[in-house]
């Protein structure tokens, strides 16, 4: 096949025009087997959504502590907004009531959040969901020279509105599975002139399936507000086309231009960015547009027709200027607020960050473990709410459905923590946007040319964005903000990243790593066991006897540096969790040692405590000999297989040495 032909197959259903006219009967027999032929936009929206994945929290420990227990919908349109489970669940709301014929269907579905909240990739995901279903609309046909020429209804009209509601026109449309709920749409004036010249004869109107879609403007459509100062209304209503004026009289309907917004969303959805920013003057149209179903245009024409979906978004900033003034008050009544905050959960954080790097340049790009943990980390910690009595970084950590049950007995639950909070938790704070923009910086960081990202980058970063960003002029000091989000970097982050890199360069320098640890870990449970008893042990290896208090020295030598504050409730905590393990499993094995966390820790740092020639072999100085080099390649290829890149290696270890003390 060439590649003409191959080209020729191309975007089609982008540009072709699939508008074939049928009779209004031909219609009406869609209309009894496609109940969507004659659905609403709010129903169209609805079945484009789709049915919800139904989840029982409960059956997920993780999810069970994050939503209560609860079940929840998720919906596959929305796959890949994360952590906005709540928003999508109101905005499906939105839908449902305004597809049942509720107040909602009178209502603008505004969107309130911070800047770079997700408002916008919202809108843009409806306006694509709103192409999904085609929607019908009349046309008439002229015969011209050559052919018959299709003139379509420039705003859209529903074939129904040929119909009239309380008439005997009900029956009839219930034959065809149409209730009455539909029909009340008032024709267009470009309907009402067409019939007039029919004679009233709706038989001679045609029919034209047609796809939504955003860049033709077909029911679907975007607009802004202009200067605060231009109380021109005709973006929104239309206005006319004074090319026409030689042709037909001002108030004719041929006259006039159907460009504004209103007219090209028709059974459809029309997005108005910072709509709050408008002059309340331009926005009186969508006034009764949304509850009348019908506005007027700017010329003596008849009302025209509006079955359709408006979206609004703005930031909080204009949502609340607009609110306080009293002479709103009628506009905010019909507003349905959704509210779209920045996600609290950090691992849903990261989910957003590395969307963002899959669609990038940088999707190949080598990045250090913990990196983009630590930003979404920072990220979210600036969104919460301070609790009382708890740390932040608790909260934190409890958001994302992590027990701290052995880690932070103080630690509350996450509702305890939800309902203190209020309402405007996540709703301020470090900006996915800024976030994005700091991404830039930190794959672009090096001055060698290298596309990389690491950890010690991100927090040299960070430090420089606080200082910038926060900082007082001609003082070298930080405002309130600065200040915290200093804080959020050297009393958790750091602390964080220095004992998890500690972990790290601990696993790739110990070369039998879990077994070695394996070991420890089942001596410990020995003694421990021994110890509980009461009774003696031998050491098979040595020979050696320990009776308990000797038991009690060797067992110390393990909680000691791990800071076991109470090591007799330890131990018997531990040997319970083993046995438990062991009827479970049916087996007289121990678990890995790191299954249980708390004891996987003592391990570790019993482990990390022991290996005093570590420095020798992790720094990048010359090696005294050819055994010392070895086991230094040796630990930069398991670091390099844990995910570092031979250079992050380097900058890591260095950065550890200098810092663990510290922290």
């Not at 923009?437 to 060698?448: A, P, T, W």
């Not at 094995?589 to 249980?596: I, L, R, T």
């Not at 230094?632 to 570092?644: C, E, L, N, T």
Request: net charge negative; aromatic share 10%.
């Amino acid at each position: 096949m060439s590649t003409e032909n191959v080209l020729a197959g191309r975007g089609l259903s982008l540009f072709s025009a699939q508008n074939v006219p049928m009779g209004a009967m031909d219609y009406l027999d869609i209309c009894k087997e496609q109940p969507l032929a004659f659905a609403t936009s709010a129903e169209r929206m609805l079945a484009a959504i789709g049915k919800p994945e139904v989840i029982d929290t409960l059956s997920d420990s993780r999810l069970s502590r994050i939503f209560h227990n609860q079940i929840i919908h998720r919906y596959p349109a929305f796959s890949e907004f994360y952590g906005m489970e709540e928003t999508i669940m109101q905005i499906v709301s939105y839908f449902k009531y305004a597809a049942q014929g509720l107040e909602e269907a009178k209502q603008i579905l505004y969107l309130l959040g911070p800047v770079g909240g997700g408002k916008s990739s919202l809108a843009e995901k409806l306006k694509v969901l709103a192409e999904e279903y085609p929607i019908y609309t009349l046309a008439v046909e002229h015969a011209r020279k050559g052919g018959v020429e299709l003139e379509i209804s420039p705003v859209f009209d529903s074939p129904l509105c040929l119909f009239g509601k309380g008439t005997a026109d009900e029956k009839f449309l219930g034959s065809f599975g149409i209730s009455e709920r539909y029909l009340g749409t008032i024709p267009s004036p470009w309907v009402l002139k067409r019939a007039f010249e029919f004679g009233g004869d709706i038989s001679k109107f045609k029919v034209v399936r047609m796809k939504p879609s955003q860049l033709k403007q077909i029911c679907v459509c975007k607009t802004e507000p202009g200067d605060e100062n231009n109380q021109d209304i005709s973006s929104l209503v239309g206005k006319t086309d004074l090319r026409k004026l030689e042709e037909f009289p001002q108030d004719d309907t041929d006259a006039y231009s159907y460009s504004g917004a209103l007219c090209r969303a028709n059974q459809g959805l029309l997005e108005f960015v910072e709509m709050f920013k408008a002059p309340i003057k331009v926005l009186h149209p969508l006034l009764t547009a949304t509850q009348e179903g019908n506005y007027k245009g700017t010329e003596g024409l008849g009302a025209i027709p509006f079955k359709g979906i408006v979206l609004a978004h703005s930031n909080e900033a204009e949502w609340s200027k607009f609110k306080k003034n009293k002479d709103n008050e009628a506009f905010i009544d019909r507003v349905y607020m959704v509210k779209v905050p920045y996600c609290v959960r950090f691992s849903e954080e990261m989910r957003i960050y590395e969307k963002l790097l899959r669609n990038s340049e940088l999707k190949e790009a080598p990045c250090a473990p913990k990196t983009i943990e630590l930003l979404a980390k920072f990220a979210t910690l600036s969104r919460l709410v301070p609790p009382e009595n708890s740390s932040l970084y608790s909260k934190l950590k409890v958001y994302d459905g992590i027990s701290l049950k052995d880690e932070d007995p103080k630690a509350k639950s996450h509702n305890e923590y939800k309902e203190a909070s209020g309402t405007e938790e996540g709703m301020s704070g470090f900006s996915t946007r800024s976030a994005y923009k700091l991404l830039s910086r930190l794959y672009n960081f090096d001055n060698s040319g290298d596309v990389e990202a690491n950890p010690i980058h991100l927090i040299t970063l960070l430090e420089k964005h606080i200082h910038q960003e926060y900082g007082v002029a001609d003082s070298g000091n930080l405002n309130d903000t600065g200040n915290k989000y200093l804080s959020f970097l050297n009393e958790y982050l750091k602390k964080e990243y220095v004992e998890y890199i500690g972990k790290e360069i601990q696993a790739a320098y110990i070369e039998s790593y879990r077994d070695y640890g394996q070991n420890k870990f089942d001596r410990y449970i020995m003694y421990a066991d021994m110890w509980i008893q009461g009774g003696e042990f031998r050491d098979r290896d040595t020979g050696q006897l320990l009776d308990k208090d000797r038991l009690d020295i060797e067992l110390s030598k393990y909680e000691k540096p791990a800071g076991i504050a109470n090591p007799k409730d330890f131990r018997h905590e531990v040997v319970h969790f083993v046995l438990r393990w062991r009827s479970e499993h049916k087996t007289d094995g121990n678990p890995a040692f790191d299954d249980y966390k708390k004891l996987g820790d003592v391990i570790t740092k019993n482990m990390f405590s022991e290996v005093k020639d570590i420095l020798p072999v992790i720094s990048f100085d010359q090696k005294a000999s050819q055994e010392e080099t070895k086991k230094h390649q040796d630990f930069v290829s398991r670091m390099v297989a844990r995910g570092y890149t031979g250079k992050q290696v380097r900058l890591v270890c260095e950065w550890w040495h200098r810092n663990r003390v510290s922290s």
